[in-house]
């Protein structure tokens, strides 16, 4: 059976689904594309897809009359029209945590960066407005003497970096947590040995499991306004943390957002970190992207800014990888808990069992 593969998958498991599935595996660049180039019978022997980003439509799932599995190694396939696939009788799996691990890493440098202000304090030296006005050819000042001394600038009025950009201690910092799923568990046992309190908000997961891993179980009316740090790893659709809850933050806080633009109002956000509400944030996921040169999100000096980075690690490979291999070794595996896999439209599992496990590859 024809498997096209547009997805970074490590040697060792393209190998084992060859192998066990009896499958062959093209790697190609784009599926739809690929597609297009073939003739009609070739096209009704693609029976799988092994995808990332690319779209997989129901202009791309009508070509493939022999199509029954689409395998997406994201952590969240909205790239996938799961319910055409559904139509279509077509199994859909994903990779869900493929990039905790690095999400979490990035989340925890983004905190550091604002609550001590790493980036915006590079930005201004690179930009020249903390550096010195004197050429090289003029004496130096007493204060480059050797030794411990204050970076201060030519204008004795001017702001001191020491004072300007003084910062907090992690351990004297409350963090909440919006989301307890793959990366927000990720990201709480980061903070947790480095900060003295770390709260979570997420209605969809006990209380008790959120204690059970070491700590405070807190709707979100009661973390906004007790935080120093808020961090949000929600994937909802529509806004979690809007107008009303930033007035409810604690005033001189930071936001964090690693995970999806639409939880987070923008417009809202921008006005109150002109307010001086909010002291700082830090931002990885943007309404559009790339950000438009117009953006007002620019203009802002105490907003650290990176381009949808988080998840983009070596390791993220062999991770999907390894969670996508499980995910297809389990669906063919008669009596699998498929509660515990990661599959989109488990509606199908029925007609899924009937036609496919146990079969000989």
Not at 21 to 34: C, K
Not at 52 to 70: C, D, F, R, T
């Amino acid at each position: 059976m024809l498997t096209l593969v547009s997805a970074d998958l490590t040697p060792a498991t393209a190998d084992a689904l060859a192998r066990e599935r009896s499958w062959e595996l093209r790697r190609v660049r784009w599926v739809s594309a690929a597609v297009a180039e073939m003739p009609p019978a070739e096209r009704a022997s693609v029976g799988v897809l092994i995808v990332e980003a690319e779209p997989v439509n129901e202009a791309l799932l009508s070509q493939l009359s022999g199509l029954h599995l689409i395998a997406c190694v994201r952590g969240d396939p909205v790239n996938v029209d799961v319910a055409a696939a559904t139509a279509r009788g077509a199994l859909v799996v994903h990779a869900p945590g493929r990039n905790a691990e690095a999400v979490a890493d990035f989340t925890l440098g983004l905190c550091l960066a604002a609550v001590r202000s790493i980036a915006l304090s590079h930005h201004e030296i690179v930009s020249g407005t903390l550096t010195s006005k004197k050429t090289g050819s003029r004496p130096a000042p007493a204060v480059t003497a050797p030794g411990d001394v204050v970076w201060r600038p030519d204008d004795p009025a001017g702001p001191i970096p020491y004072l300007m950009y003084r910062g907090r201690e992690l351990s004297s910092l409350t963090v909440g947590l919006v989301g307890f799923g793959a990366v927000g568990k990720a990201v709480a046992r980061r903070f947790g040995g480095l900060v003295r309190e770390v709260h979570v908000a997420d209605p969809a997961v006990g209380a008790e499991t959120i204690k059970d891993r070491g700590f405070i179980p807190t709707p979100l009316p009661e973390l906004l306004p007790i935080a120093d740090v808020v961090s949000l790893h929600a994937r909802s659709a529509s806004i979690v943390i809007g107008r009303d809850e930033l007035a409810l933050m604690k005033p001189g806080s930071i936001l964090i957002n690693t995970a999806r633009a639409t939880v987070l109002d923008y417009d809202a956000l921008a006005d109150s970190l002109r307010s001086g509400h909010l002291r700082a944030a830090a931002l990885d996921v943007y309404p559009e992207e790339p950000i438009p040169a117009d953006s007002p999100l620019l203009a802002q000096p105490n907003l650290t800014l990176t381009p949808h980075l988080a998840g983009a690690t070596f390791e993220i490979g062999t991770w999907q990888s390894q969670i996508l291999l499980a995910a297809i070794r389990g669906i063919y595996t008669a009596g699998a808990a498929w509660d515990e896999l990661p599959v989109c439209n488990r509606e199908l599992r029925a007609a899924w069992a009937r036609r496919h496990v146990g079969e000989s590859p």
